[in-house]
């Protein structure tokens, strides 16, 4: 029996030892995160209506502990009413986020921390919205406690933002941001777009919005129409109408669209860099999985 207890140590060490992390005697020799006395703290925004618990759930998923020092605030519905026109001061607010500014040109990340809480609002989702918004250069992480639409996340990245630049957003583009976040999800939830394609959508109806600068709601809708088909999305009447509205709105806006899509491609390229050439590695998975399954074998053979 002693011995029998004595094998299943060892496996179990075998196992976690493969699977904890390489770098995992080195850290005691990681220096600590410095503050940033250029472009200040993070700031971590709070959702009103979160318990203390949920509070305290959110912190753990945005890792505020791991930074030397942070600026917290929490939005309310009455931040909702500021940003958003015709909004209800009234709604719950429980999506959080924690935005890290970055020097200019270095664009905008997104993560959702706890992707399954966010039911319908995607990181292209957000970092679309946000440049519209008129927003760059920033980290962002977006968290909540419980299963969320997402979408009071961005009054509270829009509020942040504001403290940590001391800039203030023009209402009419944080509006029409908002419209476009709706129009997004309506076109993922209801319409049946993967989010993927929602995303290519609307930043190929800008960048064409830039080039071509429509002068009429008519030569919007030829361009929202043109990129339907290039695409192959099918939109219902109702839908497509929602769509050509709010490009309309986004082409009467002072935005620089070229920035914009740069800043998009460099959310590409960051989520290509982090996870692509793994997942693409065929020959590394096929020896995790070949390595699991000697391991298996050798293991059920010594209680043979």
Same mark, same amino acid.
């Given at each position: 029996?002693?011995?029998?207890?004595?094998?299943?140590?060892?496996?179990?060490?075998?196992?976690?030892?493969?699977?904890?992390?390489?770098?995992?005697?080195?850290?005691?020799?990681?220096?600590? +995160?410095?503050?940033?006395?250029?472009?200040?703290?993070?700031?971590?925004?709070?959702?009103?209506?979160?318990?203390?618990?949920?509070?305290?759930?959110? +912190?753990?998923?945005?890792?505020?502990?791991?930074?030397?020092?942070?600026?917290?605030?929490?939005?309310?519905?009455?931040?909702?009413?500021?940003?958003?026109?015709?909004?209800?001061?009234?709604?719950?607010?429980?999506?959080?986020? +924690?935005?890290?500014?970055?020097?200019?040109?270095?664009?905008?990340?997104?993560?959702?921390?706890?992707?399954?809480?966010?039911?319908?609002?995607?990181?292209?989702?957000?970092?679309?919205?946000?440049?519209?918004?008129?927003?760059?250069?920033?980290?962002?992480?977006?968290?909540?406690?419980?299963?969320?639409?997402?979408?009071?996340?961005?009054?509270?990245?829009?509020?942040?933002?504001?403290?940590?630049?001391?800039?203030?957003?023009?209402?009419?583009?944080?509006?029409?941001?908002?419209?476009?976040?709706?129009?997004?999800?309506?076109?993922?939830?209801?319409?049946?777009?993967?989010?993927?394609?929602?995303?290519?959508?609307?930043?190929?109806?800008?960048?064409?919005?830039?080039?071509?600068?429509?002068?009429?709601?008519?030569?919007?809708?030829?361009?929202?129409?043109?990129?339907?088909?290039?695409?192959?999305?099918?939109?219902?009447?109702?839908?497509?109408?929602?769509?050509?509205?709010?490009?309309?709105?986004?082409?009467?806006?002072?935005?620089?669209?070229?920035?914009?899509?740069?800043?998009?491609?460099?959310?590409?390229?960051?989520?290509?860099?982090?996870?692509?050439?793994?997942?693409?590695?065929?020959?590394?998975?096929?020896?995790?999985?070949?390595?699991?399954?000697?391991? +298996?074998?050798?293991?059920?053979?010594?209680?043979?």
């Amino acid at each position: 029996m002693k011995k029998t207890w004595i094998k299943i140590l060892t496996a179990t060490m075998l196992v976690f030892g493969v699977m904890a992390p390489a770098t995992g005697f080195a850290s005691d020799n990681t220096p600590p +995160k410095a503050i940033d006395e250029k472009l200040g703290v993070p700031i971590v925004v709070y959702g009103a209506n979160l318990s203390e618990a949920e509070k305290e759930s959110v +912190k753990e998923s945005l890792k505020v502990k791991e930074d030397p020092e942070v600026e917290e605030i929490t939005v309310s519905g009455q931040d909702l009413v500021k940003y958003i026109k015709d909004s209800n001061s009234s709604s719950r607010m429980y999506s959080s986020a +924690k935005i890290t500014r970055k020097n200019a040109g270095e664009g905008l990340v997104i993560e959702i921390v706890t992707p399954s809480n966010i039911t319908q609002v995607t990181s292209e989702m957000y970092a679309n919205a946000m440049l519209t918004a008129g927003i760059e250069d920033a980290t962002v992480q977006v968290a909540a406690p419980k299963a969320v639409t997402g979408h009071s996340a961005l009054v509270g990245i829009y509020k942040a933002y504001e403290v940590t630049t001391g800039e203030k957003l023009d209402t009419d583009r944080t509006d029409v941001a908002n419209d476009e976040l709706s129009v997004a999800t309506t076109l993922t939830q209801s319409a049946g777009v993967d989010d993927a394609k929602v995303a290519e959508l609307l930043t190929e109806i800008k960048k064409d919005i830039a080039e071509s600068k429509p002068a009429t709601k008519e030569e919007v809708e030829k361009i929202v129409q043109e990129q339907l088909n290039k695409l192959e999305i099918n939109l219902s009447d109702k839908d497509r109408q929602l769509l050509v509205d709010l490009m309309n709105k986004i082409s009467k806006l002072d935005i620089d669209f070229s920035q914009w899509s740069k800043q998009l491609d460099d959310i590409s390229n960051t989520i290509k860099d982090k996870f692509g050439s793994l997942m693409e590695d065929k020959g590394f998975w096929d020896s995790v999985k070949n390595f699991f399954a000697n391991l +298996k074998d050798t293991i059920a053979s010594w209680f043979n």
